[in-house]
């Protein structure tokens, strides 16, 4: 199809509309990123794009913030970072303990069930983020009040919990579906017990798929807002709710020096997923 | 027959089949099949696709249930015992390898799972691969296997650990035929060499022939014939068995009074023990039909007539369609001035009176 859309003989104007929705396609998407990025490089002590110098100094900026000195800043910065992953980690494992069992119920005895166990766990995507957050902040409270016990990172670990679920549980399944009934039979044939062959063979056979999902279990979590916002306490935060508190007031450069770190890592770890799913014929 | 008494096995069998059923919703893929399988036997399960066979072999390995009847394992049932309590092998159609698995893994899991020292089961391994003919691929994925090579491989994990049932579900299905016919060599020979009880699935009846010391042929869930190959070749328990080993023709006639049956308007010496006068369907294969030649309006007395309507060659010998009336006749034959003649032509059919079976016709 592509060698009819870009042979000579198609017409020169479709060709160039093409090619010009594409450019600004990509330069929608990535237009916010590139000015993120080099920004965070400007050598400047005010924020103006485009930058008159370039330097590192923001990244030094960041580096103490995060986990240099002895400031309430720079503690407050490192403990939210540390949330950050800490709840990113138990979203990536409660997701994952969750979904591949009920992947494996799902594609070998889900029958019926299973398109409405996908459609309710999907469910939380179309609610708006704002709704959600309003519901989980006055249930949180509401038991907070009621049995007197604080959630502490659970309070952001649920909402994120359910954010990513869906996700996770699409991984699961497609790769629960490459696993053929035949290799669990051929294994117990062998004198595995059903539990044992699902360990032996049908798990390892998952192993991209439940990859995956950690991975996007984790990235979802890291970059989620809307609900950390309304979750949050002076305790238990994440990087970036305090990335919004400290540009709210004025730009700082060194939060842009964190958001380019960042983004270093969500890119990382989204072409370390494409690896896993797609293999070595995939766009990175 | 009276109610099969669980507590009095047949000695002489190894694996006793009584009286089993098993529907899927309002469609009975087995009703009532019983068969008695002797230690070291080689039996092979024969029918087209959905004649319950593959669903009988499942039941045996214990990844199906039945819904009615028993399995009896050296006297012992075994009709509630889950697949991996089981102690069988089985080769699947799909050979179901584990791809994340290196030849040797594949092969030693059942070693395994059993708490077989690793030493121990690498010797296992390499001489099982000795036997199969595959020796020194045992450190290579299984990915990297031919389709002959990942057979072998499979039929070495089913035996790794010397089962009680060696079942096997279309085992070759997946190869060219050339390999095919090499593996159905091996495999008899393997069985043999293993001496272990086998119940191989197929449709293919040259592939039950040629490996089987037992035929069992099923059809809409139900046992038609279980007989030794050469039996069931010769004399068929019905029609269907009859077409179904090849019998091309089906062929309706009418026993006469002196017991020959009349078929495509001549009378042939076929015996029967059915009563004069009683509808009949003849089976009759290609090979077993010879054609003459005759001039363009010339009969021949005693014989059936009929005109060419088709010829397909086939290198050493013709296929033919020859209409007598209103029956059409398939028919084999090397005769080369017969080729030639082509359609139109006017013949003589001979039928083999002593290679075709009679049956009562169908109502």
């Known amino acids: 199809m592509s060698a009819s859309l870009w042979s000579r003989t198609s017409s020169g104007s479709f060709r160039a509309v093409m090619l010009a929705l594409a450019g600004l396609g990509l330069v929608v998407a990535a237009l916010p990123v590139l000015v993120i990025v080099v920004m965070s490089f400007s050598g ?39 949330t950050s992953f800490t709840v990113g980690a138990i979203t990536m494992c409660a997701t994952t303990m969750a979904c591949v069992p009920l992947a494996y119920a799902l594609v070998r005895r889900g029958g019926r069930w299973r398109q409405w166990v996908e459609l309710l766990f999907t469910l939380p995507l179309v609610f708006p983020l704002v709704v959600l957050g309003v519901a989980y902040l006055l249930l949180s409270e509401t038991l907070t009040r009621q049995t007197g016990s604080e959630l502490g990172l659970l309070r952001l670990a649920i909402p994120h919990i359910v954010l990513a679920l869906p996700f996770v549980l699409r991984n699961c399944l ?34 991209p798929g439940i990859l995956a999902g950690l991975i996007f279990a984790f990235i979802i979590s890291f970059n989620e807002f809307t609900i950390s916002f309304f979750m949050y306490t002076i305790d238990v935060r994440t990087l970036p709710i305090w990335m919004y508190s400290r540009t709210v007031s004025s730009l700082d450069p060194t939060t842009l020096a964190i958001s380019t770190l960042i983004i270093a890592l969500d890119v990382a770890l989204i072409t370390w997923v494409d690896k896993i799913v797609a293999g070595k014929g995939s766009l990175f | ?53 593959t669903t009988l072999l499942r039941i045996i390995a214990g990844f199906e249930r039945a819904d009615r009847g028993h399995l009896l394992l050296e006297g012992r049932d075994i009709t509630e015992l889950a697949p991996h309590q089981r102690g069988f092998g089985m080769v699947f159609q799909s050979l179901a390898l584990f791809p994340h698995m290196s030849v040797a893994d594949n092969i030693g899991y059942g070693m395994k799972l059993r708490g077989t020292a690793a030493a121990q089961r690498r010797r296992r391994v390499e001489e099982l691969l000795e036997v199969v003919q595959l020796p020194a691929i045992a450190n290579r994925p299984v990915s990297a296997l031919s389709g002959g090579q990942r057979q072998r491989v499979a ?40 001496g272990v009880t086998t119940v191989v699935v197929t449709h293919d009846q040259t592939e039950a ?7 069992v042929v099923m059809k809409q869930g139900r046992v038609q014939q279980c007989d030794t190959p050469t039996e069931v070749y010769r004399r068929p328990a019905n029609a269907f068995v009859a077409e179904f080993l090849g019998a ?64 397909r060659d086939l290198g050493p010998e013709a296929e033919l369609i020859v209409r007598c009336g209103a029956d059409r006749l398939r028919c084999r034959s090397a005769d080369s001035g017969l080729r030639q003649a082509g359609v139109g032509q006017r013949v003589a059919v001979h039928i083999d009176a002593r290679r075709c079976s009679v049956f009562a016709a169908q109502a």
């Open chain 1, 44 to 82: 400047d002590g005010s924020l103006a794009f485009p930058p008159r110098s370039l330097s590192l100094r923001w990244y030094g900026a960041a580096l103490d913030v995060l986990f240099g000195g002895d400031s309430d800043s720079a503690t407050s910065a490192f403990e939210s970072m540390a």
């Open chain 1, 174 to 207: 497609s790769a629960m579906h490459g696993v053929g009934r035949d290799l669990e039979e051929a294994a117990m044939s062998l004198g595995a017990s059903p539990l044992r062959a699902a360990i032996d063979v049908v798990v390892p056979l998952m192993k």
């Open chain 2, 1 to 53: 027959m009276s109610t099969p008494n669980l507590m009095m096995p047949t000695q002489t069998s190894h694996l006793d089949i009584r009286g089993l059923g098993k529907r899927f919703g309002s469609n009975d893929a087995l009703s009532e099949v019983n068969l008695s399988i002797k230690r070291g036997e080689f039996v092979c399960l024969l029918g087209p696709s959905g004649c319950g066979k």
């Open chain 2, 155 to 194: 039929i070495a994990r089913a035996l790794a650990v010397p089962p009680q049932l060696f079942l096997l579900d279309e085992p070759l299905s997946a190869l060219d035929a050339q390999l095919r016919e090499s593996m159905q060599i091996e495999l008899r020979q393997l069985q043999q060499r293993f």
């Open chain 2, 209 to 215: 022939m040629m490996l089987a010391d037992r035929l």
């Open chain 2, 248 to 311: 091309a023709n089906l062929l309706p006639g009418t026993v006469q009074a002196d017991g020959s049956v009349q078929v495509l308007g001549a009378p042939l010496e076929a015996g029967t023990s059915l009563a004069a006068g009683s509808p009949v369907t003849l089976a009759v294969r290609a090979q077993d039909v010879r054609l003459h030649a005759l001039g363009s309006d010339a009969g021949a007395a005693g014989h059936a007539v009929g005109d060419i309507e088709f010829v």
